[in-house]
């Protein structure tokens, strides 16, 4: 159930056809829907690296998350270093994103962790919530189960912050927790 959620939100926010495309693949590979006969090939699907989001936070610390359950999958399980920050909503489907500390993991000003942690928030089913908890991991507390489907992921320690969704392109606003 968590998968289709995903997909259901990934389509709301599919702005492109090869999103929408991306997605059709994703549910015939999952047997969710039959292959159209007679239809005509799909076009080339973009390699997940390519649909990865990015942004810079106020503390220049590069920031990345997915588009889709697949790009959201490559997130975590590619781009994610064991030292590095991980967030995603908690209890809803919405975007991994990956927050890079590089080598020696260095502490994480709050302002950074809640500035990722708004975007997260404003790439889930929360997106028109006044508050979304969201969960913060190490890169190392994130793992993939062997055969679960493409953007579910186990998380075994992190902790929550409370933020305002947000786009990159909007101001962030800080929030109580």
Avoid at 42 to 69: C, D, I, M
Avoid at 121 to 131: F, P, V
Avoid at 134 to 161: C, F, H, N, Q, S
Wanted: net charge neutral; hydrophobic share 35%; proline share 6%.
């Amino acid at each position: 159930m968590e998968w289709l959620e995903g997909v259901a939100l990934a389509l709301e926010e599919a702005l492109e056809s090869e999103d929408v495309a991306a997605l059709r693949s994703e549910l015939e590979e999952g047997g969710v829907l039959r292959p159209e006969a007679g239809r005509r090939p799909r076009p080339r699907q973009a390699k997940p690296e390519a649909q990865v989001r990015s942004t810079l936070s106020p503390g220049g610390y590069l920031l990345f998350w997915g588009k889709n359950n697949r790009t959201n999958d490559y997130v975590s399980k590619q781009m994610t270093a064991a030292e590095d920050l991980w967030f995603h909503s908690h209890n809803m489907p919405g975007c991994h994103l990956v927050l890079k500390r590089g080598k020696g993991g260095d502490e994480v000003p709050e302002e950074d962790v809640l500035y990722a942690a708004s975007i997260a928030a404003g790439h889930s089913r929360g997106k028109r919530d006044g508050k979304v908890e969201v969960m913060v991991a190490e890169g190392k507390a994130v793992r993939k189960p062997k055969g679960v489907r493409p953007g579910l992921v186990t998380v075994d320690r992190y902790r929550t912050v409370v933020v305002r969704p947000c786009r990159p392109e909007e101001k962030v606003e800080k929030t109580e927790s």
